[in-house]
């Protein structure tokens, strides 16, 4: 069973910056792609970012291109998200997933992805 805990969320104003972590246990976390997902009230999950097993490959959704960087410590089975130049849209609950099948491209679908963290709230002030 694979564990995913996220955290670094909190409240910034508009322009400011987070950095969000997600530790994995459980399983070789090198080996699997990892992606992060953003909810926000009302609407559905969405994707923001992917990076491969290796961290060689990224893949981010268009809003946030240019904004936020994905990467990944294999040393530390962690995921981490940079998110600058945070706008009130960005306010989500923040979700890091983990790929169901070994060595793939990240991957923007959901279904592709078999476990998922709590999450962790992300508010930005206007």
């Known amino acids: 069973q694979v564990q995913l805990v996220e955290s670094g969320g909190g409240l910034v104003q508009a322009g400011g910056s987070l950095r969000l972590s997600c530790a994995a246990s459980g399983r070789s976390f090198s080996r699997y792609a990892m992606g992060w997902f953003r909810q926000a009230p009302g609407k559905e999950r969405e994707f923001v970012a992917a990076?491969?097993?290796?961290?060689?490959?990224?893949r981010y959704a268009d809003s946030v291109k240019g904004r936020f960087t994905i990467s990944r410590d294999n040393a530390v089975n962690t995921v981490y998200l940079q998110m600058n130049s945070l706008k009130p849209e960005d306010t989500a609950v923040y979700y890091c997933?983990?790929?169901?099948?070994?060595?793939?491209?990240?991957?923007?679908?959901?279904?592709?992805?078999?476990?998922w963290g709590q999450g962790t709230q992300v508010t930005v002030s206007s």
């Open positions: 997933a983990a790929d169901s099948s070994p060595n793939l491209s990240p991957s923007s679908l959901r279904w592709r992805y078999a476990y």
């Open positions: 990076i491969a097993s290796t961290g060689g490959s990224t």
